[in-house]
């Protein structure tokens, strides 16, 4: 296997959470201090610690093979790299905010103001769909501040809690684009570094699928494992194993997280006793 680079963030919201997926996915570094660099003691890799502004062109360029960073970034850096993943984590929007005393009455409202935002191409594309024609002022941080020192009618930004545009007397009227984390990769990665690329996608998916799913064990009377395979219809059959206690099986399945509560509500509305709901590390389907 050929080595690969990957960039992740330096320091900011993406950085933790990068790190984690790689370390999850087994990899074996050390990510402390102010270091550019770290190399992968047990897979062919390398890491770079970069601003995540900076990454798309590194990809696009090839100093990096590939890089975890926001889609939001990506798109408005608009560069030549493909989307190899969807990472699950970084997640917020881009939304357009107003001052709350102000009635935003639709899209139209936008026609002729200024909206101040670091997403001018984001934002430009979102007025040009909606045939609206406003001045865009672009800023690079900060955003929230600019409708109360006068200096735009509205902003775009991002948004996760909602906090910041509360504090500075903003409300949400339109989201216009759903970003998380993803992983990109260089649109002319030689065919060894692109096995190696599948070796860690592999990895990355084994790591986020665990997370969706419980591993769940419960002990059921052995007459209501019909009515169990009805509240379980979308997957395999469970393991079904015999208790010494006659008339009592033990049941092992997987549950998505989506619907985990529920199904355990029924299991117990049908009798299921001593539910053990463990962690999965990693699952390979
Ligand atoms: O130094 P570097 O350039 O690498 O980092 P940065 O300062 O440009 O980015 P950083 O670390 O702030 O964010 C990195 C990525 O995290 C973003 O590109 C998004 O994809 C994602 N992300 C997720 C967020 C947020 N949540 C977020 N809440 N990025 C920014 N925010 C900011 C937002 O700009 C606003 O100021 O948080 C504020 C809003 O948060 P709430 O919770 O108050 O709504
Ligand atoms: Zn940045």
Not at 168 to 188: H, M, R, T, Y
């Amino acid at each position: 296997m050929e080595k690969i680079k990957i960039a992740i963030q330096k320091s900011g919201r993406l950085n933790d959470d990068s790190v984690d997926l790689l370390k999850q996915c087994g990899m074996s570094f050390s990510a402390m201090g102010n270091k550019l660099i770290a190399t992968v003691s047990n897979f062919p890799m390398e890491i770079l610690f970069l601003r995540d502004d900076d990454i798309p062109q590194y990809v696009q360029d090839g100093v990096a093979d590939i890089g975890i960073l926001g889609e939001n970034v990506l798109i408005e850096t608009e560069k030549q790299v493909e989307i190899s993943e969807r990472l699950g984590f970084g997640k917020c929007r881009l939304s357009i905010a107003v001052p709350r005393g102000i009635e935003f009455t639709g899209v139209k409202f936008l026609e002729g103001k200024k909206i101040a935002t670091s997403y001018p191409k984001l934002l430009t594309q979102y007025l040009t769909k909606h045939s609206v024609k406003a001045t865009i002022e672009e800023i690079s941080g900060s955003v929230e501040i600019a409708p109360s020192i006068g200096l735009a009618d509205a902003v775009c930004d991002i948004v996760s809690s909602g906090s910041t545009l509360l504090t500075n007397g903003l409300k949400e009227v339109e989201k216009i684009f759903d970003s998380e984390a993803v992983l990109i990769k260089g649109q002319n990665l030689s065919a060894a570094k692109l096995e190696t690329l599948e070796k860690l996608l592999f990895r990355i998916r084994a790591v986020n699928t665990a997370k969706k799913c419980k591993y769940v064990l419960l002990n059921i009377p052995t007459n209501k494992i019909d009515e169990v395979k009805t509240i379980l219809p979308g997957m395999k059959s469970p393991t079904i194993l015999p208790l010494a206690m006659p008339g009592w099986s033990s049941l092992h399945s997987v549950i998505s997280e989506d619907d985990f509560w529920s199904v355990i509500d029924q299991l117990k509305s049908i009798g299921a006793q001593g539910i053990l709901i463990v962690p999965i590390e990693k699952m390979v389907i």
